[in-house]
């Protein structure tokens, strides 16, 4: 079968900003240069002067191509796939014209920066019959996928309660404001919350609280320095969720975010059932680290097992940094076309509604005007 050729929006050199690039870099641009189903043939950024020093600078063929608008990219009748890895605000205006030319579409998450785009951009890709992923990466974890199949065999009996604490993040100015699209709660919480509806099934009933601790917080500029002592932030810094899913398990997440954990772990996340119980226990950024993540199994009187789940994991993810892993998945799991293991517009964006209602549960200040 010939490569996947690939038409990459978001890769940009540390000589124009030191801050943006750096995912696609280190993830996708990884995966793709590793992956023998894909072929990375076009670059696009704001101006094609802009796009030829990305190519020089990350060492990529001569024979890349340069653009600086994603509709010409769009328009290249070589490109398979285009790949959208710029902040969630510029989703919509760089995601239509791929849809709009019938092109398969690979777009970072959150989908959009606010529920009439997401819905928007759902419908169009419908519409448009292409393979249109969002970049959910947990979705192809092996964790997520050793995780979700002890569940759904019965191995530990019909689900009565689920509990999920972790950590968030300290996070820079991007993630201070609730309605950017962008902000900690639809990207940290919003991967978590995806794995939970992965494993459990969505919330039939769910009730919140999302509090501010620290409503204002000192920015700092590239070199350190302050340059707003008292920035007020509008988006939560702990995440409480509770409900009965459709399934009818109680279940509650929990994000905090603690100066330190008295134990070190990052995650816990504890499934009851009427047989028996398992747990994960790992790092906080769970949707990318789970490398380092754990599962325990205790059925009656059984002793405790601990679960591999390294037998889920892929060749191309083992060939490209831990950090990049579960992305070089995902871009697995396209090539095969297996959508059930990566989300699709539609199901992310049963996401998105899940985390609406979340936001208007929550009530002032918080709650959606």
């Known amino acids: 079968m010939a490569p ?14 030191a801050n943006f690039g750096i995912w696609a870099a280190s993830t996708h641009l990884s995966a793709l240069q590793k992956s023998p189903d894909h072929e990375d043939i076009a670059l696009a950024n704001s101006t094609i002067e802009f796009a030829e020093r990305s190519i020089a600078f990350h060492n990529l063929p001569s024979s890349t191509k340069a ?27 760089l995601v239509k014209p791929a849809l709009l030319g019938r092109k398969n579409v690979f777009v970072e998450w959150p989908l959009a920066a606010n529920p009439d785009e997401v819905e928007y951009l759902t419908k169009l890709g419908k519409e448009s019959g292409v393979q249109a992923v969002v970049g959910l990466q947990s979705r192809a974890a092996p964790i997520t996928l050793k995780w979700k199949n002890i569940v759904a065999s019965g191995h530990i009996g019909r689900i009565l309660t689920s509990l999920v ?10 993630y201070l404001d609730m309605n950017r699209g962008g902000n900690e709660f639809y990207i940290i919480f919003g991967h978590l ?21 620290y409503e204002t917080v000192p920015i700092v500029d590239s070199d350190g320095q302050v340059v707003d002592l008292l920035y007020r932030k509008t988006s939560p810094d702990h995440i409480l969720v509770q409900g009965i899913t459709e399934l009818g398990a109680v279940a509650s997440l929990l994000v905090r975010k603690p100066p330190a954990t008295a134990d070190g772990v990052g995650i816990r996340w504890v499934i009851s059932g009427t047989l028996g119980e398992i747990i994960v226990t790992g790092p906080g950024l769970w949707h990318v680290m789970d490398k380092e993540a754990h599962i325990q199994v205790k059925i009656g009187n059984k002793p405790v097992q601990d679960i591999d789940f390294q037998s889920y994991r892929v060749p191309l993810a083992n060939e490209v940094a831990p950090f990049g892993a579960n992305v070089a998945s ?17 199901s992310a964006a049963r996401t998105h509604r899940l985390l609406e209602r979340i936001r208007k549960a929550s009530g002032p200040p918080f709650a959606r005007e």
Not at 67 to 93: K, M
Not at 330 to 346: P, V
């Open 67 to 93: 653009y600086g608008s994603a509709a010409d990219l769009a328009n290249d009748t070589d490109i398979d796939l285009v790949v959208v890895c710029v902040r969630v605000q510029r989703h919509l205006e």
């Open 165 to 174: 604490w972790t950590l968030g993040p300290r996070t820079g100015l991007y």
């Open 4 to 17: 996947i050729r690939v038409g990459l929006i978001g890769l940009s050199t540390p000589q124009r900003n």
């Open 193 to 213: 919350l995806d794995s939970f509806i992965t494993v459990l099934g969505d919330f039939s009933e769910v009730q919140t609280i999302l509090k501010s601790h």
């Open 330 to 346: 995902l871009y697995d799991a396209i090539a095969k076309g297996d959508n059930t293991e990566y989300a699709t517009f539609e």
